[in-house]
């Protein structure tokens, strides 16, 4: 049972644009959410993470978005750079737990 | 600071053996945390361990354990061996139990079972 899902395998977008990443979770009880960046031959590494008491936070070019009530978060990557190419997992977890839930991972290729 | 390191970073083990893989954290850190990475399943939890104890399990087999040492190097260890065992395992190191936000990943070892 996937607690929490990457739809989209892969992601092309051109150098500049907007990437959308998106992210569903089924279990209600997630309070907090996470983006990890995984380049190959690398650990993920922690990119931006949000609060379910919040919808939005930004970092620099990287948004995340949480809509609570469709269980649902994406990334907006703005504006999308050639070294932004990597697989990006969402991950959730509930303060009940501990424990972090990862989705299965979206690969983003940016193109020149 | 040095980061979080993996040994070995490659393994291929035969079915039915046994393997057993090392994780050091940043210094300072007290939890470790190890996941399995595999095609199409993402990373998956296997266990936590913080100050010695394990503090959290996810949904693994008992040949799957793990264990840490006082100066929090962990060790994870996987008996008999299956072909699905074959992974990208990855620990991850943080200050605080389930400090997720504050979650650093070593490079992982790439386990191979023929």
């Known amino acids: 049972d996937q607690q929490v899902k990457q739809n989209s395998p892969s992601l092309s977008v051109q150098e500049g644009r907007i990437s959308i990443l998106n992210c569903d979770y089924t279990?209600?009880?997630?309070?907090?959410f996470l983006w990890y960046k995984k380049y190959p031959a690398e650990g993920p590494t922690f990119l931006i993470s949000?609060?379910?008491?919040?919808d939005k936070n930004e970092d620099g070019r990287f948004t995340v978005f949480l809509n609570k009530s469709a269980k649902h978060l994406s990334l907006h990557i703005v504006p999308s750079q050639p070294g932004d190419s990597a697989v990006y997992f969402c991950a959730a977890s509930d303060y009940n737990t501990d424990k972090l839930i990862f989705g299965t991972g979206t690969r983003l290729q940016v193109f020149p | 600071k040095a980061g979080v390191t993996q040994t070995p970073r490659y393994l291929i083990k035969t079915r039915g053996q046994q393997v057993t893989l090392s994780c050091s954290p940043i210094s300072g850190h007290r939890s470790v945390s190890w996941y399995q990475q595999t095609p199409g399943q993402g990373l998956q939890f296997l266990f936590e361990?913080?100050?010695?104890?394990?503090?959290n399990k996810g949904n693994f087999p008992g040949r799957f354990s793990g264990r840490q040492f006082s100066n929090s190097r962990s060790e994870m260890n996987v008996s008999t061996l299956e072909l699905g065992d074959s992974a990208l395992y990855l620990c991850a190191s943080s200050r605080e139990r389930g400090g997720f936000y504050e979650q650093y990943f070593g490079p992982g070892t790439r386990l191979t079972v023929t």
């Open positions: 279990n209600s009880m997630f309070d907090y």
């Open positions: 949000i609060s379910s008491i919040k």
């Open positions: 361990y913080f100050s010695e104890t394990q503090r």
